[in-house]
C-alpha cells in the first residue's frame, strides 16, 4: 500500500456540506475514514485523514444527527503524512455522521463527507478452548525448566536446512501448554512462549520493523472463528518493543498481522453489528460480522486506512448460511496482503473468493473464485473455504493458496497448496501447480502456502497438526505434532537470537558424580555447553563441555557444591551464563 493513504479524496468547494466526487490537489489527494457513506462505521471511530499533514487542516467539524456536534483533538500520524480527529465522546449507534474541515493555504477548498454508525453488540464472545487429548508422549519435559511442557513434534522426513532455518508454529490445543513454538529443521525445540489457559498464539513469524529483523504473532482469545486480542513485536531477545492493537474501538483479530515499510502493519478484526439485510426469511436484524482490514500506525496507534466486507460485499455472496445461535460469518476475513502496486489482496473463505481491493476508494477490482468471479476457471482450479492468498509475482499474475476444501461441507476429499496463473487479457485463470500430503490431509480450517528462496515451498496444514517442506514438488521435509495439535500457519525462516535472559540449568546429584541439565529458551546460536563447579559461586573451575543437544543438554560432572554453566557459540566465545545453583 502506497504510504500516503488508501481511499477514495472526497473534497468539495468551500461553503459544500454534502459528499462530493474526487478533487485534486495538486501534489496529491486526501484520503478519509470511515469511507464516505459507509454503514458501518464505528461509535469510537475515529475520523482520520491521510494525504496531507495535519498542519494543513483546521475547522473540523463533526456532526451527529442524534448527538450533535463532537469536540476533540486532532493528532498527526508519525510519518507527517495525515492524522485524525479523536471525537472526546463516541456516537450514537444508527446515527448520520457529518464531517466538514478546511484546508489551509488552499482557498476555496474544504473536505466534507459522511457516514453512518452501525448498531455493534459488543465483542465476539471467547470460546472456551478444548485441549487436545492426551497420548502417550505428546508433550517435552525438561529439568532445567518445569514450567514449560509445549507439545511434541515428530519429524517424518528431516531437513537439511542451512544453519539459520528454523520452523515457526503456533500449537494452540495444547495438550496441557499451548504458545508460540520454534523448531530447528531437525524439530528439536529451540523456543517456546507458553500463553495462559485460554489463550492462543498465532502468525507466529520473521518480518522487519524499522529495518530489522523481528518476531510477530497474535496472542489472545478465538471465538466464532474469530480473534480477540493483540499483536506483539519481540526483538532478537525476545524483548517486546512495540505492541498493535486495533483502532475505533475494534480488538485485532487472529487472522492477520502483516509489517508494511515505514512503521505500519495490516490488521485484520471482526465486528459484530446488526445488520437489516437479514438471508432468515422474516427477520428483521441479525447480528452479522464484519470483515475489516485496518492498517495502523505502530508508533500512534492511530488508523491509516479501513476496509470492511459489509460496505462492498453483500451477503447473498456467501455459502455459508446464518446460524440463530450464533452471528453470522457470511464473509470471515483470514488473510490480507498488500499487493506490489499498492493495492490489497483479501482471502474470504465463506465466499470462496479472493478480492482485488483498490487502496483509492476500497473499490473491487477483481474478485477470484466463488459466485461472481473475474477470472473463468478450469475445474481442478476451483477452490473452497481457502486461507492465505498471495499474490507471487504481479508481472505474472501468479497467485497460491492454501485450499482446505472443507469447512464443512467437505467440498474435496483432501486440502491442497494451489498454484493458479491469471490472464488479465482473457479474464481466465490456469492451473500452475498442486501440492498435496501424503497420507492426504483433509483441514476443515486454518493452513498456508510460503514460498520460500529458490522457489521452494512451505505448507502449514492448519487443523491437520503437519507442516511440510516441497522442493520440485516433492516433499523434503515433513513433521507432525504428536497430539494432534493445529497450528493456523507455519513458516520456514532464518532467525538468529540471544536472549536477553540467562541461561537455565538444574543439577541431581549421584555420589560422586553430578547431572547437569542446561537450556536456553530461544537461543540460536549455541554450539556447546561449559560446566563450571567449585566450593564457592566465585570461584569455580571449568569441569566439563558437551555438544548443543537440543533446547536442554544433559552433561555429567564431578560433584561439586556449587554448577554454572556458559553458552558457547561456533567459535568458542561465551555468549551467555547461567547464575551459579548450590547443589551439594
Wanted: aromatic share 8%; with cysteine; hydrophobic share 40%.
Amino acid at each position: 500500500m502506497a504510504a500516503a493513504g488508501s481511499l477514495a479524496v472526497a473534497l468539495c468547494g468551500c461553503g459544500a456540506a454534502a459528499p462530493a466526487t474526487e478533487v485534486s490537489l495538486g501534489s496529491g489527494t486526501v484520503s478519509v475514514f470511515p469511507i464516505p457513506g459507509s454503514r458501518v462505521a464505528s461509535p469510537e471511530a475515529q475520523v482520520a485523514f491521510r494525504g496531507l499533514p495535519v498542519s494543513q487542516i483546521s475547522h473540523v467539524t463533526v456532526t451527529g444527527s442524534s448527538t450533535g456536534g463532537h469536540r476533540g483533538r486532532l493528532l498527526s500520524d508519525s510519518d507527517q503524512g495525515g492524522g485524525s480527529f479523536i471525537p472526546i465522546r463516541p456516537f450514537a449507534p444508527g446515527e448520520h455522521v457529518t464531517v466538514t474541515a478546511q484546508l489551509r493555504g488552499r482557498a476555496g477548498k474544504a473536505i466534507s463527507f459522511a457516514f453512518q454508525v452501525a448498531h455493534p453488540v459488543g465483542e465476539v464472545p471467547n470460546a472456551k478452548l478444548h485441549f487436545m487429548s492426551r497420548r502417550p508422549g505428546d508433550v517435552v519435559s525438561f529439568h532445567s525448566r518445569p514450567d514449560l511442557d509445549p507439545p511434541a513434534v515428530t519429524m517424518d522426513r528431516p531437513g537439511a536446512g542451512s544453519a539459520g532455518d528454523r520452523i515457526f508454529l503456533g500449537p494452540e490445543e495444547g495438550p496441557v501448554q499451548s504458545g508460540a513454538m520454534i523448531l530447528d529443521p531437525d524439530g528439536k525445540l529451540v523456543w517456546f512462549h507458553q500463553v495462559p489457559r485460554g489463550q492462543v498464539v498465532t502468525d507466529v513469524r520473521v518480518q522487519r520493523y524499522l529495518g530489522r529483523p523481528v518476531l510477530t504473532f497474535f496472542e489472545g482469545y478465538i471465538g466464532s472463528g474469530a480473534g480477540n486480542g493483540e499483536d506483539h513485536i519481540l526483538d532478537t531477545s525476545y524483548r517486546q518493543v512495540a505492541l498493535v492493537r486495533a483502532a475505533n474501538g475494534l480488538r485485532a483479530d487472529m487472522h492477520e498481522f502483516d509489517l508494511l515499510p515505514g512503521g505500519r502493519a495490516l490488521i485484520t478484526a471482526y465486528f459484530p453489528v446488526r445488520w437489516a439485510d437479514s438471508p432468515r426469511p422474516g427477520a428483521k436484524r441479525d447480528v452479522v460480522l464484519d470483515g475489516v482490514v485496518q492498517e495502523i500506525d505502530i508508533r500512534t496507534g492511530l488508523l491509516l486506512f479501513q476496509w470492511d466486507s459489509l460496505d462492498h460485499v453483500p451477503l447473498s455472496a456467501s455459502y455459508v448460511g446464518p446460524d440463530k445461535h450464533k452471528p453470522y460469518d457470511y464473509f470471515h476475513i483470514n488473510s490480507v496482503q498488500a499487493d506490489p502496486d499498492g493495492n490489497l489482496i483479501i482471502s474470504s473463505r465463506n465466499t470462496w473468493t479472493a478480492y482485488k481491493v483498490a487502496a483509492r476508494d476500497g473499490g473491487i477490482i477483481w474478485r477470484l473464485g466463488g459466485k461472481h468471479s473475474t477470472f473463468r476457471l478450469p475445474r481442478d482450479g476451483t477452490f473452497s473455504f481457502q486461507h492465505d492468498v498471495r499474490v507471487r509475482a504481479p508481472e505474472d499474475r501468479v497467485v497460491t493458496l492454501f485450499d482446505n476444501g472443507a469447512g464443512p461441507p467437505d467440498v474435496q476429499s483432501q486440502s491442497r497448496g494451489l498454484t493458479l496463473r491469471l490472464n488479465m487479457q482473457t479474464r481466465s485463470a490456469t492451473v500452475a501447480g498442486v501440492l498435496r500430503h501424503s497420507p492426504p490431509l483433509l483441514a476443515h480450517f486454518e493452513g498456508n502456502v510460503q514460498e520460500l528462496p529458490g522457489g521452494a515451498e512451505f505448507l502449514g496444514w492448519g487443523q491437520r497438526p503437519y507442516f511440510t517442506e516441497f522442493s520440485g514438488g516433492r516433499a523434503v521435509l515433513d513433521g507432525h505434532f504428536v497430539g494432534g495439535n493445529p497450528s493456523y500457519r507455519a513458516y520456514l525462516e532464518r532467525w538468529s537470537a540471544t536472549p536477553a535472559t540467562a541461561p537455565a540449568l538444574a543439577a541431581s546429584v549421584n555420589g560422586r558424580r553430578t547431572t547437569v541439565y542446561a537450556s536456553w529458551n530461544g537461543a540460536t546460536d549455541v554450539a556447546r555447553w561449559r560446566v563450571l563447579g567449585g566450593s564457592q559461586p566465585g570461584a569455580v573451575r571449568a569441569l566439563a563441555g558437551a555438544p548443543w543437544a537440543g533446547f536442554e543438554t544433559a552433561i555429567t560432572v564431578p560433584s561439586e557444591r556449587y554448577v554454572t554453566v556458559q553458552a558457547l557459540d561456533a567459535a568458542g566465545r561465551v555468549i551467555g551464563h547461567s547464575r551459579p545453583i548450590r547443589v551439594g
